[in-house]
């Protein structure tokens, strides 16, 4: 069934990824197959505590097909998320569809984002790129509004407060965060609940106007 299904991509990723970070970990000439396998076995025990489990598989695979959907429309008439210029959004985004397409399981499913490929590869190598200016939000918002709402309102923001709720109640029970109207479940994280924090601290330092003006793109969270 899923569970079996979902089972058997992950051990083809875990092979392949595991065999790579072996191979660039080594000194040339090692045979890196003996730590491929320590690496795997350390990745897989990872699964359950990040929430790629198999009741969570859905909601993953379709919310990296929508992200991926959205992103590849934004940027098939710009460079960079916001123009010419490249931003730290464009690093740290960039950053994980690089990654993305550098597995066999989602480069697969990505195949399709053309534009998002192109961005992916661009962020990763900018040299004499995005020095240009950004883009009026009148400009960019047709395209990057879809972007925000689906990234931030509907999935990161509500996941990372429920999960920072968690982590304070101390229990050490997973939660469940309703995400795009299903259930996400998952042991809360400690790193993604500083960021939280540190999100919390940002958005108090702005000044009023500047704070309505977000909440009128990406709504109440």
């Known amino acids: 069934g899923v569970s079996l299904h979902t089972r058997s991509r992950w051990l083809g990723w875990n092979a392949d990824g595991s065999l790579r970070i072996a191979t660039a970990s080594v000194d040339p000439g090692t045979d890196p197959s003996k730590f491929a396998e320590m690496i795997g076995a350390h990745l897989m025990t990872r699964r359950e505590p990040l929430g790629c489990s198999d009741a969570n598989i859905e909601l993953l695979e379709?919310?990296?097909?929508?992200?991926?959907?959205?992103?590849?429309?934004?940027?098939?008439?710009?460079?960079?998320?916001?123009?010419?210029?490249l931003s730290a959004a464009d690093l740290g985004l960039g950053s994980l569809y690089y990654e993305l397409y550098s597995d066999p399981t989602p480069s697969t499913r990505l195949r399709p984002f053309s534009a998002l490929s192109a961005?992916?590869?661009?962020?990763?190598?900018?040299?004499?790129?995005?020095?240009?200016?950004?883009?009026?939000?009148?400009?960019?918002?047709?395209?990057?509004?879809?972007?925000?709402?689906?990234?931030?309102?509907?999935?990161?923001?509500?996941?990372?407060?429920?999960?920072?709720?968690?982590?304070?109640?101390?229990?050490?029970?997973?939660?469940?965060?309703?995400?795009?109207?299903?259930?996400?479940?998952q042991p809360a994280q400690k790193y993604p609940a500083k960021s939280w924090r540190m999100l919390q601290a940002h958005w108090d330092d702005l000044t009023p106007e500047s704070q309505a003006t977000i909440r009128a793109v990406i709504g109440e969270v």
Not at 63 to 84: K, V
Not at 152 to 161: C, D, M, R
């Open 62 to 85: 379709r919310y990296l097909l929508e992200s991926a959907t959205r992103l590849n429309t934004h940027l098939q008439t710009r460079p960079f998320l916001f123009g010419d210029q």
């Open 119 to 185: 961005w992916a590869q661009r962020c990763m190598n900018p040299e004499g790129l995005g020095t240009g200016n950004s883009e009026s939000w009148d400009s960019l918002s047709a395209t990057l509004r879809p972007v925000l709402e689906h990234e931030l309102s509907t999935h990161y923001l509500p996941w990372a407060k429920a999960n920072a709720v968690a982590l304070a109640s101390g229990d050490g029970t997973p939660f469940t965060v309703n995400l795009d109207g299903t259930d996400f479940t």
